[in-house]
Each structure stands twice: as structure tokens, then as C-alpha cells.
């Protein structure tokens, strides 16, 4: 079941991320290549940034058609149904919210089973929930959203939290990365729609 | 002779990337290691992704003296012959263009032997041939080039899927790097000559 | 000595780096991960981006609890004596410039204990050194100020420079760094204490 389950997440994760980062290129007069690169940085870069930093090369999104499918279809997806999008709005954040989620504890899991040490694991796992994200808004030349807006990166911190504290417990793998993802995913939810933020700093 | 020519190819295009990024740094109040920074960036970015997620530590253009000094070529040349830069104009994308087929190549070439993976081959190369104008435009703070104009990037994919169909028919790998920089070199010459683009998406 | 003295002037350099981080994200909006996030990455992106290109996995500041805590910690005492902060410009200027001078040379010295190579030592000492404030520009979506504002990356570089012919010459290291350190810290404090410049570039 965790088999069939992780990879099954991680392609809805993978085109939820892809979706957002189409959406987010609109409007920036880029061309085909150019969405598609955004596409697949804002889906794959995460888990790239992971991988380099855990010594796994080629990085696993670079060693498979599957993510540039993903992305490919993401685009296409977005192309074919854009009047469609804006009334998409709540299922593409539910769709990326549970990308989080599946990041988050993903990617703290890989980090664990390839260094074993708990700090590695919550950086990298955050780093693949929000890296993607980031290197999204680098390439499109804006602030990066994540930094400033809504509980994003904190509902993921939360998540490879429990994957670490679960670690530390022994308790099953499987049940922990479901109550990671879900707890993330909840906190992401609920802040959304209560409009939750974290203090701002010195905005004075 | 593939000895011979692939370095001395490298090394041109090298220097051709290096003295686009100097151009792209000017009006921007750099100071002169911020200009050399830029040049190198422009000519070895690519190249030091494509290694790192290759595995290869520390990546070549770090290991050796020659990519610095080409750079810093790029910048004394380009800082003499300031008042023919405009003229130059045309042998300048002439060389960048030459680059660009050279990178595609070599980065698909290399990431097929390290990897062996299609996939990793068609995007390394473009990374080889691309990224170093991305991490260019990153530090310039301004929206990356390579995302919005004219075919650049499709070219250079046309480029590597040519040395991966090559190496899947078993021909003779000097030739299919030769056709492949060519190939790539071509679209983007007559792309640039007759002001080609790819479809803009999204930009209601 | 060595042993007690560099983790000291490492922690004391590291804490510099965030709390400049942290000063530069004010008037920013972020929200207190993105704070968090800022200062850890001005800090540590500089070491990350060396360790990655020599090949070590997973880098030094991401495997210990130290660097987070440290950021965490700059964060704190930013907010806490926010009203002090503008007078205590000064210490932070001398802060930030003696951990340039320790980053500068420790950074060469890693490099140079992994591959023997002086330009590798070289540029990944610099890269230790200025890295982590390009990525804090990056981030923050702004013109990085390493490549526009005083002699700081050339200060380093000269920093690198005496490590390697220390190196070369077969000196004792711990004297040899701290030479380097001391040197880089100099020049940057004189330099920006009377407002030396390198010559801009085609400004024009």
C-alpha cells in the first residue's frame, strides 16, 4: 500500500505545483519554453535542491520522463481549460496544499533514511515543500510569496516535525508520513481559509 | 581531431557567453568584480549546474585556471573595444549562438555518459546552454531573457535530442555533436535573422 | 588552539552574517519564517554553495543544530533591540567584516584540504565568503550589493590569495589564516571607512 500510495501522492503533488506555476507565469509574456521551465522548477526544484544536498545525483526528477511529463501535461492542462481557471482557484489550492503536505514528509523521510540526523531531515523536508516555490519567483524576478504570505512554510515545518518525532518513537513509518502530510495540510487549510499569518517583522 | 576541435570550440563559446554577460552588465553600476563575477557566471553557470547534478566535484570550470582567465579576457576585451561593441553586435550573436550549439552538445554528451539516462542527457544539455543566461539575469535582478524571446532554448533542445537519437542509432558520436551544434546553431541564426518566437501563453 | 579558536570566530562570523541578513529583510513585509529563512541563508548560503561544489553531503550547516540555532538567535536579538540596532550600525559593520575575513579563509583552507587546487581554493573561498549575501539579494529580489558597493569581494579575494601562497610556501596554516583574515578584515574596514571603491565599468 505504501507502494502504491507515496508515488501516487507524489504525481498529484508534482502536477498541483506545475499547475500554480503556470498560473503564476501568465501575465509575464513568456514564451512556451518558458512556462514549461516554470512549470517544472516550481513542481521539480524543490526535490532537486534536496537531492544536491544530499549527494543523490543525478537528482530523481532529472532521471525520469515522469516529472516532465507532468509538467508538460500541467501546461497543457492549464492551456486548454484557462477559462476555466479562475473558477478552479479553490481546487488548485486544495491540490497544492496536499503538495505540501506530501512534500514536506517526503522529502524530511528521504533526508532521514540518507543522513539520519533530525535537523537535515526538517531543513530538507522543508526545502522540498517550499524550495519550488521560491526558485518559481526567482526566475519570474518577484519577491518570493512564501516568505511573506500565510502559514506556508510553518504548516510544513510542522509536518516533517512529526516525521521526526515519529522516527524518534518508532512508530511506523507509513502511519507517521500520513499524519505528517495531513497535519500540514490541515494547518495550510485552516490558516487559508481563516486568513491565519505569522507576526510581521519590523515593518516599521 | 575530436581532441582537438571540441576545446578549441569550448573555449570559443566560452568567451563568446562571457562577453554577453559583460554587455548585459553594463548600465547597471557594477563595480569591476562585479562585471568579472557576471561574465563568469554567464560563461560557467550552466556548466557547474550540469556538473553538480551530474556528481562531478568540484565542477570543471572551478578545477582550472582557463575558465577565469577567459573571463577576465571577456572583460579587458570588451572594456577596450567598448566603442566597437555596437558594431560588433553581429559577430557577437554570431558567437553566442555558436556557443549556445557547443554547450547544448557537450552537456548532453557528457551527462549520457555519466548517467547513460536520455532524459538527464536533452536537460543537462539545455541547462549547459541556458543556465548561465538564467543565473545571469537572476543576478542582474531582471526577468531572464531566455524565458521571453525568440527561439534560444528550443534550439538547443533540438540540438541535444540529436545527440541522444545518435547515440540510440550507434553513430559515430564526433559526427552526431557536429550535426547537433550545427542543427542548433542554424535555428537560432535564422530564428534571430527572420525574428521567430514561440507561441506566448497566457498573456490575457 | 585552532581547535578552540576557529569554531569561535566561525559562531561569531556566522552571527554577523544573519543578523545583516535580518537587518536587510526589514521594511521587506516577511512574515517570521521568512525572517528566519533570510538570516540563515545570508549566514550559511555562501558555505552551502561551497560544500556542494566540493562535493560534501549533506553540507556542513545543514547537519548540525548550530547554524539554525545561531540564525534563530540573530533573529531574537534583532528584534529585541530593534531600537538599538541604528546605533549599533558600527559593531555590525565590524562584525560583518571580520566574518568576511574568517569565511574568506576558511573557506580556501576546506577547499584546498579537498582538492589541492589553488583556483578551486580560490574561487570557493570567495564564494564562502560573499555567497551567502548574494543569495539574501536574490531572495530579497534586489540588485545584489556585493557586485555594485565597495571593496568586499576584493577583499576577500586578497584574503584567498594569502592562504594559497601560505600554502604554497609551505608555511604553518593557523598563522597563514589568520594573516588572511586579518588582512581581508583590514582592507574592507579601511575601504569603507574612507570610501574606496573599484572603478565602475561602462556606466556610460
Given at each position: 500500500m505504501n507502494d502504491l500510495l507515496l508515488p501516487t501522492l507524489d504525481v498529484l503533488g508534482t502536477f498541483a505545483f506545475a499547475v500554480s506555476g503556470v498560473i503564476a507565469a501568465?501575465?509575464?509574456?513568456?514564451?512556451l519554453f518558458g512556462v514549461i521551465f516554470i512549470a517544472f522548477i516550481t513542481a521539480c526544484g524543490g526535490g532537486i535542491i534536496r537531492d544536491l544536498c544530499l549527494g543523490i545525483t543525478p537528482p530523481a526528477s532529472l532521471s525520469s520522463w515522469r516529472y516532465l511529463f507532468i509538467a508538460l501535461l500541467a501546461v497543457f492542462f492549464t492551456l486548454v481549460f484557462k477559462n476555466w481557471i479562475k473558477k478552479l482557484e479553490y481546487p488548485i489550492f486544495l491540490f497544492d496544499a496536499i503538495g505540501l503536505g506530501i512534500f514536506a514528509v517526503t522529502g524530511a523521510s528521504k533526508a532521514l533514511h540518507y543522513t539520519g540526523a533530525y535537523e537535515t531531515a526538517i531543513i530538507m523536508g522543508v526545502t522540498t515543500a517550499v524550495g519550488g516555490g521560491l526558485l518559481r519567483d526567482v526566475f519570474l524576478n518577484r519577491a518570493p510569496i512564501v516568505l511573506e504570505k500565510e502559514i506556508y512554510a510553518s504548516a510544513a515545518i510542522v509536518g516533517t516535525c512529526i516525521v521526526v518525532a515519529g522516527n524518534y518513537l518508532g512508530l511506523q513509518e507509513f502511519f507517521v508520513m500520513l499524519a505528517g502530510a495531513t497535519v500540514t495540510f490541515l494547518i495550510r487549510y485552516f490558516s487559508y481559509r481563516n486568513n491565519w499569518n505569522l507576526p510581521r517583522f519590523m515593518g516599521d
Amino acid at each position: 500500500m505504501n507502494d502504491l500510495l507515496l508515488p501516487t501522492l507524489d504525481v498529484l503533488g508534482t502536477f498541483a505545483f506545475a499547475v500554480s506555476g503556470v498560473i503564476a507565469a501568465r501575465h509575464r509574456n513568456l514564451d512556451l519554453f518558458g512556462v514549461i521551465f516554470i512549470a517544472f522548477i516550481t513542481a521539480c526544484g524543490g526535490g532537486i535542491i534536496r537531492d544536491l544536498c544530499l549527494g543523490i545525483t543525478p537528482p530523481a526528477s532529472l532521471s525520469s520522463w515522469r516529472y516532465l511529463f507532468i509538467a508538460l501535461l500541467a501546461v497543457f492542462f492549464t492551456l486548454v481549460f484557462k477559462n476555466w481557471i479562475k473558477k478552479l482557484e479553490y481546487p488548485i489550492f486544495l491540490f497544492d496544499a496536499i503538495g505540501l503536505g506530501i512534500f514536506a514528509v517526503t522529502g524530511a523521510s528521504k533526508a532521514l533514511h540518507y543522513t539520519g540526523a533530525y535537523e537535515t531531515a526538517i531543513i530538507m523536508g522543508v526545502t522540498t515543500a517550499v524550495g519550488g516555490g521560491l526558485l518559481r519567483d526567482v526566475f519570474l524576478n518577484r519577491a518570493p510569496i512564501v516568505l511573506e504570505k500565510e502559514i506556508y512554510a510553518s504548516a510544513a515545518i510542522v509536518g516533517t516535525c512529526i516525521v521526526v518525532a515519529g522516527n524518534y518513537l518508532g512508530l511506523q513509518e507509513f502511519f507517521v508520513m500520513l499524519a505528517g502530510a495531513t497535519v500540514t495540510f490541515l494547518i495550510r487549510y485552516f490558516s487559508y481559509r481563516n486568513n491565519w499569518n505569522l507576526p510581521r517583522f519590523m515593518g516599521d
